[in-house]
């Protein structure tokens, strides 16, 4: 088994969002929040992300989930598929595909979407790339690391297309038609530039990271 590292980076009521570390590859991941099980250390059960900390990587393969992979460390309860006779733990902790935290059963779904955002802004702020012509769009998705054939396919997908839309009206409803935007206690952030702004005023009322 090929040993990784998980490290949490957000937890909140919603979800929690890391990276899965295995020497020069990272991945952002998505998970669902931490729900405790006490006095079991592994998190409840189906409902709960798993915790953090170093794990194993066991070859899942079954018809549902072909050509997987599973998380492991009995240590914190996490096993591959079968629990020893009078432990209480989980099993099938998958790394798999998801966009939604709703599609995950105390599984873990990765992606590179930082890397995709960095290099999208750095080639649209720093290079003059046009990023709605696929010529232009293609070399910074694959310097992200992505397979531009599934970039491709993102960009007809009807579901990914109406969050898209659903996100453009809610940014028109305040009045406001570029991103980052952050809002917080009725003021708005708009910008790169602000950013720092916004930390000032998360620390002005008591929220340090």
Same mark, same amino acid.
Request: aromatic share 8%; glycine share 10%; net charge negative.
């Given at each position: 088994?090929?040993?990784?590292?998980?490290?949490?980076?957000?937890?909140?009521?919603?979800? @929690?969002?890391?990276?899965?570390?295995?020497?020069?590859?990272?991945?952002?991941?998505?998970?669902?929040?931490?729900?405790?099980?006490?006095?079991?250390? *592994?998190?409840?059960?189906?409902?709960?992300?798993?915790?953090?900390?170093?794990?194993?990587?066991?070859?899942?393969?079954?018809?549902?989930?072909?050509?997987?992979?599973?998380?492991?460390?009995?240590?914190?309860?996490?096993?591959?598929?079968?629990?020893?006779?009078?432990?209480?733990? /989980?099993? &099938? *902790?998958?790394?798999?595909?998801?966009?939604?935290?709703?599609?995950?059963?105390?599984? *873990?779904?990765?992606?590179?979407?930082?890397?995709?955002?960095?290099?999208?802004? /750095?080639?649209?702020? &720093?290079?003059?790339?046009?990023? &709605?012509?696929?010529?232009?769009?293609?070399?910074?998705?694959?310097?992200?690391?992505?397979?531009?054939?599934? *970039?491709?396919?993102?960009?007809?997908?009807?579901?990914?297309?109406?969050?898209?839309?659903?996100? @453009?009206?809610?940014?028109?409803?305040?009045?406001?038609?570029?991103?980052?935007?952050?809002?917080?206690?009725?003021?708005?952030?708009?910008?790169?530039?602000?950013?720092?702004?916004?930390?000032?005023?998360? /620390?002005?009322?008591?929220?340090?990271?």
């Amino acid at each position: 088994m090929t040993a990784l590292t998980l490290i949490r980076d957000y937890a909140g009521p919603a979800c @929690t969002l890391g990276r899965l570390i295995m020497g020069d590859l990272v991945l952002q991941t998505l998970e669902r929040p931490w729900i405790p099980y006490p006095p079991q250390l *592994c998190g409840h059960p189906d409902t709960s992300c798993v915790p953090a900390g170093v794990y194993q990587l066991a070859l899942h393969d079954t018809p549902k989930f072909p050509r997987h992979f599973a998380l492991v460390n009995e240590a914190l309860g996490i096993y591959h598929e079968i629990l020893p006779r009078g432990v209480v733990g /989980r099993t &099938s *902790c998958l790394i798999h595909a998801a966009n939604y935290v709703t599609q995950l059963e105390g599984c *873990c779904a990765v992606g590179r979407e930082r890397e995709f955002v960095l290099e999208t802004s /750095r080639g649209i702020w &720093s290079e003059a790339a046009d990023v &709605s012509r696929d010529d232009e769009l293609r070399p910074l998705c694959e310097r992200a690391g992505l397979d531009w054939a599934d *970039c491709a396919a993102a960009l007809d997908d009807e579901a990914l297309a109406a969050r898209v839309k659903a996100n @453009t009206e809610a940014l028109e409803g305040l009045g406001h038609w570029g991103v980052p935007l952050f809002a917080f206690e009725g003021e708005l952030f708009w910008g790169q530039d602000r950013i720092g702004d916004v930390a000032t005023a998360l /620390r002005g009322a008591g929220l340090e990271r």
